[in-house]
């Protein structure tokens, strides 16, 4: 099984990820046109505005990030956005706001382990939202995100910390934690096969649970220097309550 496409099919469902695919209203792009702007890398703590303001005129790459929430906003606010994700239902709402709201941007579908058909330091800023729970490999991603942005250049990035793929899924759906997996983690590797079964029928996602070594470790590794973070919920109301297990980064090209 092809996992980018199946989950990129699993993202074009209207169920699942409901917070990740709503359209940001036309006030959200007017304040935008203003100065004044949320976004997210996480699922509900707004980005610092200093970890990427001014961004009018420049080069912005929303890597993995289509839903129609992010990009437009960056384009509203003047910048020049490129935004890709492998999901063409969740770029069709890029372009939804895009001609709703008169913006200009690049809306391609494409993988966002390979990014060669984007030149060396193309781009001032990458942002990239929670996602490569979705791939096997973030590596690939931070070399890719290191060489096509320009020296001096941004990477916001947000993952999910690992713990939260330690407990058995159907435990945690009954507001119960028992700890059955190990780190890193894969579906494939991992999950009972009649719920990795389930889940390939419903044609829900198949996920990864990276360490922080390779998500933060990853991102110095190839050169970048980690100068900011903070944590946030994950909308799981039992881990939720006692730990933060989202994370997004602030790194620098050196």
Known sequence: ?????????????????????????SDIINAARNGIAEVLLTNAKPVPS????????????????????????????GANVTVIDMSLGQLNKDKMVMERESLSMEIIQH??????????????VVFHPISNCFIENPNLVWSECYRVLKKGGL???????????????????????????????SDIDQLPKEQLQERINNN???EYGHTLETQIGG????????????EDISHDEVL?????TSMATKAIKL
């Open 155 to 185: 990477l916001l990035s947000g993952f999910v910390n690992p713990l939260l793929y330690l407990f058995d899924l159907k435990c945690m759906e009954k507001g119960e934690l028992k700890i059955t997996n190990t780190i890193p983690y």
């Open 111 to 124: 993988d966002m382990c390979d990014l060669s058909i984007f030149d060396d330091e193309s781009f001032d």
């Open 240 to 244: 939720d309550r006692h730990i933060k």
């Open 204 to 206: 829900d996602t198949v």
């Open 50 to 77: 200093h970890w990427y303001m001014p961004i009018k005129g420049k080069k912005l790459l929303c890597l993995a990030s289509g839903g129609g929430q992010q990009a437009p906003v960056f384009a509203a606010m």
């Open 219 to 230: 991102q110095t590794s190839v050169g970048f220097a980690i100068v900011d973070l903070y």
């Open 1 to 25: 099984m092809d996992i980018k496409q199946h989950n990129s099919a699993a993202w074009d469902k209207d169920d699942g990820f409901e917070e990740w695919k709503q359209p940001v209203s």
